[in-house]
């Protein structure tokens, strides 16, 4: 028996129609059914009212009389009569141990939802419907072990360690990564090379010529002894081929050098005023002097500060 036949059968009753007519009473108007209307229309229009009463009037159709001492009852009766009383206590000992199942559950944990194990999974491999707590944490923690043990066994092949990473450039292609790697050295290289032809383009004839001469000394230096003497000729003639403008023995020479220049341009023979870079003037140069005097002013300078060193160390020794 199920809870609504047992509820019908012990709870619900049925009407009976009474056999006795109700008397007939006559309305003084001789109205055929009864109308509900308000007298007091508190300023209401008839022409509202009767608007009102056009788009749905309340009217019961009938007799009043027979609507005021109607007996009969529209409820219908569910299963068959009242049982006996062992029913009755079979009834509420079910209804009893419902109850207390009911309570038991909810002095357990009143937070817990109910499970719906209907076996459908999501994609991660957790079970769905209501569960609790417990009950996800225990299937997130078998799907983690599940992955664990499938990473141990395949190995860098499920991790992806010994694959290569794409790169992809703003429209998608797979970049080359080799090629880029190769088209960055070489840039890099003859960015290299144009700064030393920078470098190598700021430096002047004399330079090159020095650096040349600096390298080609090292290379026969391989050959030289450790210790140079006086009577090393070599030596004697580097020393006789420099030029000095205040050597006094220079006009004793029998043979005199023609003036070159360390490019091998002819160099002025007259005398000129020394700078600061020990450059003489070219061949062309005409013996006017067009600087602003600062040369004159330089080196002037410099001899007046070794004088002034020579005389506080002359006048030290006399004390």
């Given at each position: 028996m199920s809870l609504a036949d047992y509820l019908a059968k012990n709870y619900l009753t049925a009407d009976v129609k009474s056999e006795k007519k109700s008397k007939k009473r006559k309305r003084k108007n001789g109205s055929d059914g009864l109308v509900i209307a308000d007298d007091d229309q508190l300023g209401w229009s008839s022409s509202k009212i009767a608007k009102e009463e056009e788009e749905g009037p309340v009217t019961v159709g009938g007799n009043s009389a027979e609507f005021r001492k109607a007996k009969s009852s529209s409820w219908q009766t569910i299963g068959s009569a009242a049982g006996s009383s062992s029913d009755q206590a079979a009834a509420d000992a079910i209804l009893a141990s419902a109850a207390a199942e009911s309570s038991a559950r909810a002095l357990a944990d009143e937070d817990t939802p109910a499970v719906d194990d209907t076996g459908e999974r999501f994609e991660p491999g957790i079970e769905a419907g209501l569960q609790s707590g417990a009950q996800v944490a225990a299937q997130i923690k078998r799907t983690k072990d599940a992955e664990r043990r499938r990473f141990i066994e395949d190995g860098n092949e499920y991790s992806g360690k010994t694959q290569e990473t794409?790169?992809?450039?703003?429209?998608?292609?797979?970049?080359?990564?080799?090629?880029?790697?190769?088209?960055?050295?070489?840039?890099?290289?003859?960015?290299?090379?144009?700064?030393?032809?920078?470098?190598?383009?700021?430096?002047?004839?004399?330079?090159?010529?020095?650096?040349?001469?600096?390298?080609?000394?090292?290379?026969?230096?391989?050959?030289?002894?450790?210790?140079?003497?006086?009577d090393d000729e070599d030596l004697n003639d580097e020393l006789k081929e420099r030029n000095r403008w205040?050597?006094?023995?220079?006009?004793?020479?029998?043979?005199?050098?023609?003036?070159?220049?360390?490019?091998?341009?002819?160099?002025?023979?007259?005398?000129?005023?020394?700078?600061?870079?020990?450059?003489?003037?070219?061949?062309?140069?005409?013996?006017?002097?067009?600087?602003?005097?600062?040369?004159?002013?330089?080196?002037?300078?410099?001899?007046?500060?070794?004088?002034?060193?020579?005389?506080?160390?002359?006048?030290?020794m006399d004390e």
């Open positions: 794409i790169y992809r450039d703003a429209s998608g292609r797979i970049i080359n990564l080799a090629m880029k790697r190769a088209e960055a050295r070489k840039k890099a290289e003859e960015d290299a090379a144009k700064v030393v032809a920078d470098l190598e383009a700021q430096k002047g004839d004399v330079q090159k010529a020095q650096l040349e001469k600096r390298r080609e000394e090292l290379a026969d230096a391989k050959f030289l002894p450790v210790a140079r003497y006086a205040n050597d006094p023995a220079a006009q004793f020479l029998s043979k005199k050098k023609v003036g070159k220049s360390v490019t091998g341009k002819p160099l002025y023979p007259g005398p000129a005023m020394p700078n600061r870079y020990g450059i003489r003037p070219g061949y062309r140069w005409d013996g006017v002097d067009r600087g602003n005097g600062f040369e004159k002013e330089y080196f002037a300078a410099q001899n007046k500060r070794k004088n002034l060193k020579d005389l506080d160390y002359a006048w030290q």
